[in-house]
């Protein structure tokens, strides 16, 4: 556990500042007027009873400020509780076409509004009404306020009208302002015909005038327009193309989000133009209302030419040629040279034998991975080339088998031949094996590798019918084990080859350093699959690699029976025990980014949150995590409660965490904090957790 290095004398008068400073921040903000106001107005001066009545809740931003949208991007949308007299009903906030908010730097931080705003909602109140009376409406609105930095506002908002049974005439002050904003609210118009489609990765709007009075104002060519969708389909901060569809029309392409809906059927939302939608009646309109079926567009595999598949295997065999020169095949390439070298004695039956083992232990895992292929295809995924290493599990037993080859080449231990296609006697029976599985081995880590003239092959194979991806994958097959072919089946050449002798010895240690590094480099993979989960995995493997070293030095050559039996003991234990701790387990919450304005903002939506102020050097952080969010119990309390969950990475400086931390009077991490909601200070938690204390603070 880390700590700052401060002088202890210091840290009273380091805290007392601090919250001096506080303090004079909080009666400084205090003193100012919001940064938003908020009234209740109405179009008209009066209500007549059982006639419906446009009201508007207006919010006027001082410069630099903005409010949210309905689907808001990181901010919270505006809302109004109503506290109607008996009989009157209220309908829902009816949104202005809203516009991209951006901070200082340029960046978007969401969907909402500036300057002064009208809101309408409008109001029904009851037949029965008694004229020359007078109605108070009530509203309590509730908001988030942000500029460089976010704070909640909220308003007790409340309206009188006099009752009459006259016709209403507008509001003097407001009744033009909100008719006007009425009337510009986005509305779908038949001028315009709208479809909609969406791939794995984009949502592609098409806008077509199905009227000859339907046009966008300014005769742009190619207007600035912008999607904003209702339930987050859409990634709403990057960046959207349009262009004309030749049509008269335009077609947008937008970025699907990744945390949008998965399944939907339609598209809602509103489309904007820095112009105006027209249609030769109505108002002409910045947001035309989107509401249409939504399409998937996915290529249905077509059948690939002769000639086109014979160029295509033509490529798949020199890439599979190829691919014995990648770096991730390199360090098996060298385990089965070694092979080669003490075949080159024995009879030439036996090597070619060896040869053609090898070849189909290619040659069946290319089929295999062909058909996992085809199966998954076949249900709906979406697949690419060396897409088992997307899996945290392949990786992790991928990196540990890749280290026990390393352990036993760099002489730690001796497996059984049948395991490790390595040592002296391959001529033996069970060589057979391993020359089998050091094929299947070589393609499962030159899976990953894209050598040249394969992308294409590949291409091909994920997108033409089942049976030329089988072909295919035979061709980058065979490219792959051509060589070890040749050099069994042709005598000559395995004549060539060195004869075994004492260098082989240091031959096979060198070749270990190639493995290591491909270990390292899965563990890279691991470390951006998981985070900071990986830190376990790395553990794991320590602990696999603890085992087979304890193996190899218990079952030495004239180890006594007691000695072999510890040895296979300690294997056992430990090569479990990596497993457990290593084995890849995403946690299944969604850590957001911690700052102040995203605790206010969970706060007024009376969340639980729940705060980690961790680093990734801290062991005991890490050991926490493993342990309580990997709690059955903990997640399902989470999950159920709704409760969010943020994260202060204090792994790099980060001043705001160090003087959050210091507000607590805390120098050091792990610290983790509870907000209750109604609770005006959080629950502090001890720095060693488990499961129960978090249930236990929680509930």
């Not at 410069?63 to 009157?88: E, I, Q, R």
């Not at 690939?304 to 065999?317: D, K, M, R």
């Not at 095949?329 to 089965?336: E, H, T, W």
Request: proline share 7%; net charge positive.
């Amino acid at each position: 556990m880390s700590s700052l290095r401060r002088p202890l004398f210091a840290l009273p008068l380091i805290v007392s500042t601090l919250l001096s400073l506080l303090c004079a921040s909080s009666a400084l903000a205090a003193a100012k007027p919001a940064p938003v106001k908020a009234s209740l107005v109405a179009a008209d001066a009066s209500v007549k009873p059982g006639q419906p009545l446009t009201v508007a809740l207006r919010l006027v931003h001082d410069a630099h400020w903005h409010t949210y949208w309905l689907n808001p991007g990181t901010g919270l949308a505006t809302s109004l509780k109503w506290n109607l007299p008996a009989g009157w009903t209220a309908g829902e906030i009816q949104w202005p076409a809203p516009i991209i908010l951006k901070d200082n730097a340029g960046n978007t931080v969401g969907n909402g509004y500036e300057g002064e705003l009208f809101l309408p909602v409008t109001l029904t109140p009851p037949a029965n009404l008694t004229a020359d009376t007078a109605i108070e409406l009530k509203a309590a609105a509730d908001w988030l306020m942000c500029a460089e930095i976010c704070v909640p506002g909220s308003a007790n908002v409340a309206l009188t009208l006099p009752v009459s049974t006259d016709a209403p005439k507008p509001d003097a002050i407001y009744g033009e302002k909100i008719r006007t904003t009425v009337a510009g609210l986005p509305r779908a118009d038949g001028a315009w015909k709208v479809t909609a489609s969406r791939d794995a990765k984009n949502l592609t709007l098409t806008v077509t005038p199905a009227s000859p009075a339907a046009s966008l104002t300014g005769g742009s060519a190619a207007p600035k327009l912008h999607f904003f969708s209702d339930d987050g389909l859409v990634a709403y901060d990057l960046p959207q193309t349009a262009k004309s569809n030749g049509q008269g029309g335009f077609t947008l392409v937008a970025p699907i989000s990744p945390d949008g809906p998965k399944d939907a059927k339609k598209i809602l939302g509103v489309l904007t133009t820095s112009t105006s939608w027209t249609s030769g009646s109505g108002a002409p309109l910045r947001g035309l209302r989107i509401d249409t079926p939504l399409t998937l567009a996915a290529a249905a595999p077509v059948s690939t030419p002769i000639v086109q598949l014979l160029g295509t295997l033509v490529l798949a065999f020199l890439g599979g040629l190829v691919l014995n020169l990648m770096p991730c095949v390199f360090p098996v390439l060298g385990i089965k040279i070694l092979g080669f070298v003490n075949q080159s004695g024995q009879a030439k039956q036996k090597v070619v034998l060896h040869g053609l083992v090898f070849a189909l232990g290619v040659l069946l895992s290319f089929w295999s991975l062909a058909a996992v292929l085809a199966i998954l295809r076949a249900g709906g995924q979406e697949l690419g080339w060396g897409f088992q290493l997307q899996e945290p599990g392949f990786v992790f037993i991928l990196a540990a088998v890749m280290l026990v080859f390393a352990m036993n080449m760099s002489g730690v231990f001796e497996f059984g031949l049948s395991a490790t296609a390595v040592g002296a006697d391959l001529q033996m029976k069970s060589g057979y094996a391993g020359s089998f599985f050091t094929g299947v081995l070589a393609t499962a880590v030159a899976t990953p590798c894209s050598a040249p003239f394969l992308a294409p092959a590949l291409g091909a194979a994920l997108a033409v019918p089942t049976g030329e991806s089988f072909v295919i994958f035979t061709a980058i097959a065979v490219g792959l084990s051509a060589p070890y072919l040749l050099l069994s089946i042709f005598p000559q050449a395995v004549k060539i080859l060195p004869r075994p002798g004492a260098w082989m010895e240091t031959f096979k240690q060198f070749m270990a350093f190639p493995l290591y590094g491909t270990v390292g480099a899965l563990v890279w993979v691991l470390t951006g699959q998981l985070g900071d989960d990986s830190l376990m995995a790395i553990f794991g493997l320590v602990a696999i690699a603890l085992g087979i070293w304890v193996y190899g030095r218990w079952t030495a050559p004239g180890a006594s029976a007691g000695r072999v039996r510890f040895g296979h003991a300690g294997l056992i234990a430990l090569l479990f025990v990596g497993a457990w701790l290593g084995w890849p387990t995403k946690s299944k919450l969604i850590w957001e980014p911690w700052s102040t304005e995203a605790v206010a903002k969970l706060r007024a939506e009376n969340r639980i949150v729940y705060v980690d102020f961790t680093a990734r050097w801290c062991a005991t952080c890490q050991t926490n995590k493993k342990l309580v969010f990997g709690s059955a119990a903990v997640l399902k309390l989470f999950a159920d409660k709704k409760i969010a969950t943020l994260r202060a990475d204090w792994t790099n400086k980060d001043p705001r965490i160090t003087a959050e931390l210091a507000a607590y009077q805390r120098s050091a991490v792990p610290f983790n904090v509870i907000w209750l909601p109604g609770k005006d200070t959080p629950v502090l938690l001890p720095e060693l957790l488990t499961p129960r204390i978090v249930l236990d603070a929680v509930k």
